[in-house]
């Protein structure tokens, strides 16, 4: 129980989804990987954060299974789990599901970090649910003997400039390969699939995208497949305005967000991305989710909410986008 962590050499994280989530999780992630430097990590996710997870150097094995569909899946989970070798596994996902994946390793159970039942290392802060993603992630790490302590609200943020280094390493420069005219502002206008409430009108995204042309910047409309045509939409009112929904990867996307003017977006992973990255971002947020738990806590962020986010003005929005482009 009290061993330190260079101690263990087989460590599994559980981190499945959604992409703001895992974005912020990414220093959680580089913390266990600087804790436990000489041991094999493996992290256990879904199909889509797969390539950012294994780009980012904190895992010496990805296992993409982490939602299995059927028997056939399960068991093949259960198996490569219970002959990983595990000897402590942190859940950074801490749903009903990644709890239960607790109990796949019975009758030997490993050090477990998370809010499973039985766990060794139980987050057992009363505050949990009230605590921002950061802040909870880092407590939980704490209390397993990860990293020191902190107040509440001063959690470190992720750092992805290694994901920013990779893109520029890239031939053509995404500026070149794009055709994309600086500056430029990301618009993210999509969301959950069927979160329809966390979404700013498409009709208010091209009024802003004009705005925006109007005033020198190009607007890039980042997302993905989903969003083909609600880009497409935009492009047409905005003929400047480029489409990149479908056609980056998240590091090329946390690039974009490294040299863009403004990010503009709803409550969604792109926006969070790129706003991590470093992009000045406008996050527009519904009652469908509370900004105190989930929102980038960066000190170049805008939070607008309305109930329903209908009732936001395009004036609003464009009002807080021009103070972050200033002379742009």
């Known amino acids: 129980m009290n061993r330190p962590p260079e101690a263990f050499k087989r460590i599994l994280v559980i981190k499945l989804g959604a992409l703001g989530d895992f974005v912020q999780a990414m220093r959680a992630m580089a913390e266990i990987r600087r804790a436990h430097l000489n041991a094999k990590i493996t992290l256990l996710t879904t199909p889509t954060y797969a390539e950012l997870a294994k ?31 595990f000897e402590r596994v942190y859940d ?8 239960n994946y607790y109990f796949l390793f019975a009758p030997t159970f490993p050090q477990w970090s998370g809010i499973a039942r039985g766990a060794s290392h139980r987050h057992s802060n009363p505050r949990r649910d009230k605590m921002q993603n950061l802040d909870r992630l880092w407590d939980q790490l704490a209390q397993a003997g990860v990293v020191e302590a902190l107040p509440e ?11 920013v280094a990779i893109a520029a390493r890239e031939t053509p420069p995404l500026d070149l390969r794009f055709q994309i005219k600086a ?18 009108p498409l009709q ?4 802003l995208a004009k705005a925006l042309e109007a005033q020198g910047v190009t607007p890039v409309v980042i997302g993905g ?15 400047s305005a480029l489409a990149l929904t479908g056609r980056t ?20 992973g792109p926006t969070y991305l790129a706003a991590f990255a470093g992009a000045p971002a406008v996050i527009l947020f519904s009652s469908d989710s509370n900004p105190d ?28 986008a021009r103070l972050w482009l200033g002379g742009a």
């Open 225 to 239: 497949g989903q969003e083909i045509a609600m880009a497409e939409a935009i492009v047409r009112a905005a003929p």
């Open 249 to 268: 990867k998240m590091v090329e996307l946390a690039a974009l967000g490294a040299n863009a003017a403004l990010v503009v977006g709803n409550d969604t």
């Open 153 to 163: 609200g001063q959690a470190p943020a992720p750092d992805l400039s290694w994901a």
């Open 92 to 99: 950074l996902q801490t749903s009903s599901r990644s709890s």
């Open 55 to 85: 780009a980012s150097g904190y895992f010496d094995e990805i296992d993409d299974g982490g939602r299995p569909q059927g028997l056939g899946q399960t068991l093949a989970l259960i198996w490569r789990l219970r002959r990983g070798g």
């Open 293 to 320: 738990l989930c929102a980038p806590r960066l000190d170049k962020v805008t939070i607008l909410q309305k109930d329903d986010l209908a009732d936001l003005s395009v004036e609003e929005v464009t009002k807080a």
């Open 183 to 200: 500056p430029y502002a990301l618009l993210a206008p999509g969301a959950s699939p069927g979160r329809i409430r966390k979404r700013w």
């Open 204 to 207: 208010s995204f091209t009024e």
